[in-house]
């Protein structure tokens, strides 16, 4: 900074006003500086520059691991919510951090707010650690979380009905005649335990019995979605129908079905759920429960920034729509 202050004859604070946009600086005074500085590849520290002003315009994205789930940031929906988020937060003016901790230990994320890496953070999904995040909002971390809203709630949640999604997807396929519904996917944690939840309530709304064999234990990555639904198929168990709990997992799945002889939707109808941009283009275009990722991703940040400012937000709860495709329904 001291080399740009003298080749503009000026002092370095002068400098250090006109780079940060300063209007007690006169005009042709800031841009020759800023010309010099471009010259000179001269940039300011966005870190240095926070700890001078005292505001951090750092936002956080944790998005959780679990082994056994191996739910990668290359899945399309935490891409699709990253996109989003990152719109939001730059036309706000904000930077994101992208950050990953063990879900069994979502408390990790304080370190990053007590470092003073992040102003505050979004947590995408609770990862059945109600208990945490409720430890996090305690000790007045500003965080949002992607999510239901739960009992006994301390922090601020965004997010969708699983289990109605679940009921509604399966209902669906019900009215189109179907029985022998599969459930597809990690039944017993996270998001996809209330889509599960959903499944059975509408089954046994229809005085359908839920069957184990029926329940097709799959993670989240493409391969073993595909792996998961070939060894179900070796099983010889017919279904005439599958709900899946996310699109990753529906895609592979119809795309296994195809490979193995059954047409979609004629002997096996399709829904998955997310509405992630290739639903629509698969093959046949998949039916699914639609999440609002846009509109979620500024009601986040607007919440998250009510926290920082020390207010208690209410959650949210957006609504999820069924979106019918091919997958699901027969042409008339």
């Avoid at 179900?232 to 193995?260: E, K, T, W, Y």
């Amino acid at each position: 900074m001291s080399d740009i202050a003298k080749l503009a004859g000026v002092s370095t604070a002068t400098v250090s006003r006109a780079l940060n946009g300063s209007e007690a600086i006169r005009p042709e005074t800031r841009e020759r500086i800023m010309a010099l500085a471009q010259a000179h590849q001269y940039t300011v520290h966005a870190g240095a520059k926070n700890l001078r002003s005292g505001e951090n315009r750092t936002l956080g994205l944790v998005i959780p691991y679990r082994a056994s789930l191996r739910m990668q940031v290359t899945d399309p929906f935490f891409l699709s919510m990253l996109g989003h988020l990152a719109d939001a937060m730059t036309e706000a003016q904000y930077d994101l951090l992208l950050s990953r901790v063990n879900a069994d230990h979502l408390d990790e994320c304080a370190a990053l707010y007590d470092s003073g890496r992040v102003a505050g953070m979004v947590v995408v999904g609770q990862w059945d650690h109600h208990d945490q995040l409720n430890a996090l909002a305690k000790r007045h971390v500003p965080v949002v979380v992607w999510g239901a809203h739960l009992p006994d709630q301390l922090y601020c949640s965004v997010g969708s009905d699983n289990a109605r999604g679940g009921f509604e997807a399966t209902e669906h396929l019900i009215q189109q005649g179907r029985k022998r519904i599969a459930f597809m996917g990690d039944y017993a944690s996270g998001e996809a335990k209330f889509r599960y939840d959903g499944y059975c309530k509408a089954l046994q709304k229809y005085g359908i019995a839920v069957d184990p064999s029926r329940v097709i234990l799959s993670p989240f990555t493409p391969l073993e979605a595909q792996q998961a639904m070939h060894r179900f198929c070796d099983q010889h168990r017919p279904i005439d129908a599958l709900f899946a709990a996310s699109d990753l997992i529906a895609i592979n799945a119809m795309g296994v079905l195809n490979a193995r002889g059954f047409k979609v939707p004629e002997d096996v109808a399709v829904v998955g759920y997310d509405d992630v941009d290739a639903a629509r283009h698969s093959f046949p275009p998949l039916s699914t429960i639609h999440q609002p990722l846009d509109v979620a991703a500024r009601a986040l940040l607007q919440s998250l920034q009510e926290v920082m400012q020390g207010r208690q937000p209410a959650s949210r709860q957006l609504s999820s729509p069924l979106v019918i495709r091919a997958s699901s329904q027969l042409a008339k």
